[in-house]
């Protein structure tokens, strides 16, 4: 598993996990020992453990602790784990927003490309 893949694992374990269909596409089923929940416009997804939701506060109804999603949640949170990834992707069509001067970087751990991750990348956390 590539470090990506285990920090988010661990800063998520035994949370709720709030994603968009996209992103739910890309892993294809429930992530375990979470609480999974998938904002989207069209019908109820039908994999078992995963809840659906049609709005972020939709979603945070459902949600037995806390958590966020991009822009529709920044007003409502303090802390993002973010990787960052030293890679251009063309054809991307799904970004993170800017984020503005009352977001300070707490804590940035870096990593060189290695023979499971293609692009260097960092684990920054950023807090207001």
Not at 49 to 53: L, V
Not at 101 to 104: A, H
């Given at each position: 598993m590539c470090k990506d893949m285990q920090y988010f694992k661990q800063i998520t374990m035994g949370s709720a996990v709030i994603m968009g269909r996209k992103t739910l596409d890309s892993i294809g089923c429930a992530l375990p020992g979470?609480?999974?929940i998938v904002i989207t416009r069209g019908e109820s997804i039908q994999i078992p453990?995963?809840?659906?939701?049609r709005s972020i506060d939709e979603a945070y109804s459902l949600v037995r602790?806390?958590?966020?999603i991009f822009e529709q949640a920044m007003s409502g949170i303090d802390k993002i784990y973010a990787t960052e990834v030293d890679a251009t992707i063309a054809g991307?069509?799904?970004f993170f927003p800017e984020l503005d001067?009352?977001?300070?970087k707490t804590k940035l751990q870096s990593f060189?490309?290695?023979d499971n991750n293609i692009y260097s990348y960092s684990f920054?956390?950023?807090e207001r």
């Open positions: 979470r609480q999974t453990s995963i809840q659906t939701a602790d806390s958590e966020e991307a069509d799904t001067s009352i977001w300070k060189p490309a290695d920054v956390t950023y």
